[in-house]
């Protein structure tokens, strides 16, 4: 099973910038951002990628991550 990983956390360090203050100047709420960063979020919308991604002065690439997960065996 494959999975997508959320980099927000060392984004935000680098930049020294606080959740809060990302969620206000993207334009999305603290608690959706939270589900983000907390990789429990099922989707994203481009344009919220887009925001993210001018804030923070990044790439996609530099905010999601796709790596290998636990694989499932069948019973």
Do not use: W
């Not at 993207?26 to 989707?43: F, M, P, Q």
């Amino acid at each position: 099973m494959s999975q997508i990983e959320v980099r927000l956390d060392r984004l935000l360090l680098e930049r020294k910038m606080t959740l809060a203050e990302l969620a206000d100047r993207v334009g999305v709420t603290y608690a959706n951002l939270s589900i983000l960063k907390n990789n429990h979020a099922r989707a994203i919308r481009f344009s919220t990628l887009e925001r993210l991604c001018e804030v923070l002065e990044c790439q996609p690439g530099d905010l999601l991550h796709f790596g290998e997960g636990p694989t499932e065996l069948a019973p």
